[in-house]
């Protein structure tokens, strides 16, 4: 591969390096130069541009992405398309990521062109989340080079996800005068949700004295009944030597203690044993809070079939300290919380340029509705259901719109490459951190009358209901419509979309399922035209505003 600066008369077949702005439109990165093309850069007079051509063997950047993704030896996660050198690999199960470090260490080391990035080894994730991603550097790499990445992950799985298993569980608490049953009643909710990503139940909970000997005679009957498939033992007072009660009686019950205490902290006084089959988890005090902690480390591996050693949690201190990094997510927490904790942002489109009002001269967001211009009618019905942040993105007559939003509480984020289309807006709008962060965003067309707060309220149980892992539609009589929630897991996709597309290709190939609400006509009612803005009831943009 070759890159030089040269005349546009040398450039045809060659690989455009930067974006080119023409007054019949625009010529994107990455685009291969055509005879057309090189008579519209001459017409415009430009005189230099700076391309690629490729070498004898050379692949462009998507198909050279295609074929190291394709390599990934078969499993539970699926591949989005190739887009901008890039493949993202999402899972399609809730289960637990493993990856092979040198593996994919040495696939990074063939050539600075060619890179892989995953989550970290034992991370659990749910269906939908994105794993890894295969992004290729430039323009095209050698082909040599892509065929040797093949071949390598060939060899070994690069990354997997074993997928939970559904165990029935037993909860044994220990109690003390000093414990309050508020707090023990806490504890088996939450151990309730950290099971639930995996299909695993509660089945019962059993409390006894904080003695060793009524514990053992409890754990023994457990296991010489209707043995559960797991133990967790939350005790009333923390583990403080490796003879204390909770090691002591799983001993006692004729069980082998694998392991008190780990390095990860919070999640220190963990006790990991067996009794027979059967794995039992003497919980840290930590557990009964929903914050990711050690005792999420060991059970999700667990869940997902393995049985870990006194060693393997040994090996837990490299990434074990948890406890001084107040961002870190909860994924625990929220992926099966209750609805109220679930943040649902909203982002407006209103960069549009209302190509087809025609020679009116109006712009379709500056019509009026019952007095005021229909994208501030769109931005208060959204602040009105309760969303936040609700950001809105502009473009075309810029100006006016942010106008009509004066005093609204809301944030403005400008595209300056509207014209491209609709998903340079949806990219400038989750690109703005604090709507980054929500668990799912309302996406809402600034040019749609008819939906109300209500319309949107109704959308956003739907969506809490679900735990924030569906996508939520709008329809009428079964045909899809607007708005639109995604949830957090899509948002990377979304922004690697390009050109005038929406998310519908996101929304059909997430792995997700897809929650369609109906709000009637509103679903389909938006305004492009001088004819539609009327029907709908509005006034055109006085002549001579804007």
Not at 417 to 429: K, P
Not at 500 to 510: L, S
């Amino acid at each position: 591969m070759r890159f030089s600066r040269l005349p546009p008369s040398d450039a045809e077949g060659c690989i455009l390096a930067h974006s080119i702005r023409l007054s019949i439109g625009k010529l994107p990165k990455g685009r291969i130069l055509t005879g057309q093309d090189i008579e519209a850069l001459a017409a415009t007079g430009v005189t230099e541009i700076t391309a690629v051509r490729l070498d004898p063997g050379d692949l462009l950047e998507d198909e050279a992405a295609s074929a190291i993704s394709a390599a990934f030896l078969p499993g539970a996660f699926r591949l989005s398309a190739a887009a901008t050198g890039r493949v993202n690999v999402h899972s399609t199960v809730n289960g637990l990521f493993t990856v092979d470090r040198d593996l994919v260490d040495a696939l990074n080391g063939i050539d600075p062109a060619i890179t892989l990035a995953t989550l970290a080894d034992y991370v659990a994730v749910r269906a939908g989340d994105m794993i890894a991603t295969v992004k290729i550097i430039p323009l095209a790499v050698s082909g040599a080079k892509v065929a040797e990445a093949v071949k390598l992950l060939g060899q070994v799985p690069a990354f997997s996800v074993e997928p939970f298993t559904a165990h029935r569980v037993t909860l044994v608490a220990t109690e003390l005068p000093s414990l309050k049953t508020s707090v023990m009643e806490k504890t088996a909710r939450l151990l309730e949700r950290r099971l639930a990503a995996s299909g695993s139940h509660l089945d019962r909970e059993i409390r006894v004295p904080h003695d060793e000997a009524r514990l053992a005679t409890e754990l023994k009957d457990l296991v010489e009944g209707d043995a559960p498939g797991l133990i967790v033992i939350f005790g009333a007072s923390a583990v403080a030597d490796p003879e204390d009660v909770i090691p002591a009686a799983i001993r006692a019950a004729g069980g082998h203690v694998e392991r008190v205490g780990m390095p990860v902290d919070p999640g220190n006084l963990l006790v990991l044993g067996r009794i027979g089959s059967i794995p039992v988890i003497g919980a840290p005090g930590c557990a009964r809070s929903p914050k990711e902690n050690g005792f999420d480390w060991v059970l999700n591996r667990i869940l997902a079939g393995e049985q870990p050693s006194g060693r393997d949690i040994s090996r837990m201190g490299v990434g074990g300290l948890l406890g001084e990094i107040p961002e870190r997510p909860r994924p625990r927490e929220t992926a099966s919380a209750q609805a109220g904790t679930i943040s649902i942002g909203a982002l407006l489109l209103a960069a549009g340029q209302s190509r087809r009002m025609g020679g009116s001269g109006s712009h379709k967001l500056l019509s009026t509705f019952e007095g005021e211009p229909l994208v501030r009618r769109s931005a208060k019905r959204l602040l009105a259901a309760g969303l936040a942040p609700v950001v809105a993105v502009t473009g075309h007559r810029r100006g006016d719109i942010e106008a009509a939003f004066d005093e609204l509480a809301l944030t403005v984020v400008f595209n300056p490459d509207y014209e491209s289309g609709m998903a340079s807006s949806l990219q400038a709008g989750l690109s703005l951190p604090a709507l980054n962060r929500c668990d799912g965003v309302v996406v809402m067309l600034a040019d749609m009358p008819a939906v109300t707060a209500d319309h949107l309220r109704r959308m956003m149980a739907a969506f809490r209901k679900a735990g924030g892992q569906a996508v939520v539609r709008a329809v009428h009589e079964g045909k899809r419509g607007n708005p639109v929630i995604l949830p957090k897991s899509t948002f990377p996709d979304v922004q690697s979309l390009r050109g005038d597309v929406g998310a519908r290709a996101v929304i059909e190939n997430c792995g997700l399922p897809t929650v369609d609400v109906e709000i009637g006509a509103a679903a389909h009612v938006d305004v492009d035209t001088v004819e539609a803005v009327i029907a709908a009831g509005g006034h055109l943009e006085a002549k001579g505003d804007g």
